[in-house]
């Protein structure tokens, strides 16, 4: 079944359960008889068998203009040990597409003893551009693999351009849900460190706690100058990771986008970075996201600052949301009427992409003993969470697995 668009071919969110070759056959019909290039497949939202895959894949493999693969959610209720060599034989047939640029196998299972085939596809696919792994399951030490394979990546882009080929920067990489966890933080800083001309990262909702933040941005995310979107909310900064991005969002001179919100901040951590944002390196910003992050009223002050001041002077939305000030304060009055006067000056109507968001989940505001109380644990945080967490900081130690590698071999030999 294709779209109504006849350069793309879709299966997307139909439910089948494809098992054989037999099965498959009659609906990949209009893609071996399209006489449109294709330049996208979506395959999402069904489940495939290994038969039902290798059919698929002597069909994949012959699409030389296919663009974008949409591979989300295709294992779902299979056997724990159909799924290597089912996806190992579609990304090895997408090996022969020398334009597929982007890649979504969000929403399937690739723990430890599933990544396999995807590190092996990762450390040779030099056209990839956009990747797009949500709620994977990965863990930290298949998280660490990922990582790894990136950073391959990039010395195989880098050796092909020596070679004068024309070879795309990886600019998108989407790995949300997946547990990475700080021990994975030091080869994740590692291979972003080698992508500088990555655009968009997000990686939300990953358990990394403070020092792993801290490591990413500083020793990986820091020396990405060509940064337009960064989130990762839903992790952990207090002061240590807040202060590693005061220090680095400077450097985004491009930034568009900063999501930090429910990662534990506090007062002078929001205020740290809100201080940093108001010198003037992140103009273009237009997006901040900073709900549930315990920023305070002097925090406040600092933000609205910042937008004054002209630090600030395209931000059109911001999300505060769950914080501890009073939505009465003045400053917020200023704030939201300010961000209103741009909507109108640029003549849009409201929506979520302007404005303040709906403070109705606010925090009351601390008392003096409270305020006291919050000092003392950022104290006793700066000092001790090391020592806390030296088991999770520690780099996962990973042995090297012959199985990978002659995968990787395999793939290497299928590439063009």
């Known amino acids: 079944m294709t779209t109504t668009e006849p350069h793309i071919f879709s299966l997307a969110n139909q439910s089948l359960k494809l098992d054989s070759a037999a099965s498959v056959d009659p609906r990949i019909a209009p893609l071996l008889n399209s006489s449109t290039p294709i330049t996208e497949i979506r395959l999402n939202g069904n489940t495939l068998g290994v038969p039902a895959a290798e059919a698929l894949a002597s069909v994949l493999s012959s699409q030389k203009a296919l663009q974008v693969a949409n591979l989300a959610d295709i294992f779902t209720a299979r056997l724990l040990s159909e799924i290597p060599p089912a996806l190992s034989t579609l990304l090895t047939a997408l090996l022969h597409c020398p334009n597929l640029h982007t890649i979504d196998l969000s929403d399937n299972a690739f723990g430890l003893n599933t990544v396999q085939p995807l590190v092996a596809f990762l450390k040779e696919h030099v056209p990839l551009r956009h990747l797009i792994l949500n709620n994977n399951g990965l863990g930290p030490n298949a998280g660490s693999l990922i990582a790894e394979a990136l950073e391959e990546l990039a010395a195989k882009k880098e050796a092909a351009r020596r070679e004068g080929k024309d070879v795309p920067m990886l600019e998108t990489i989407v790995c949300g849900r997946n547990r990475l966890e700080s021990g994975s933080m030091a080869a994740w800083a590692k291979a972003l460190g080698k992508h500088p001309g990555v655009k968009v990262v997000k990686m939300v909702q990953n358990g990394i706690r403070a020092e792993g933040i801290a490591a990413l941005l500083r020793e990986g995310l820091g020396g990405c100058k060509e940064l337009e979107v960064v989130d990762l909310q839903d992790n952990t900064f207090t002061i240590v990771g807040s202060r590693a991005l005061a220090e680095v969002v400077g450097g985004w001179e491009g930034l568009k986008e900063l999501g930090a919100g429910d990662c534990l901040l506090g007062g002078r951590g929001s205020g740290l970075v809100f201080g940093a944002l108001g010198k003037g390196s992140n103009k273009g910003l237009r997006t901040l996201k ?127």
Do not use: C, H
């Open 290 to 416: 900073m709900g549930w992050n315990e920023v305070d009223t002097g925090a406040l002050k600092e933000l609205l600052g910042a937008v004054q001041g002209g630090g600030l002077e395209e931000l059109r939305r911001v999300e505060l949301n769950g914080n501890k000030f009073d939505e009465d304060d003045e400053k917020v009055t200023q704030l939201r009427e300010l961000l209103d006067e741009r909507r109108e000056a640029a003549g849009e109507e409201e929506g979520e992409d302007w404005g303040l968001d709906d403070l109705d989940d606010m925090e009351e505001e601390s008392d003096e003993e409270e305020e006291e109380e919050e000092e003392e644990k950022e104290a006793k945080t700066e000092g001790l969470l090391k020592e806390a967490q030296v088991e999770e900081e520690t780099p996962v130690a990973l042995e090297q697995d012959k199985d990978v590698d002659d995968l990787a071999d395999a793939l290497k030999k299928a590439a063009i």
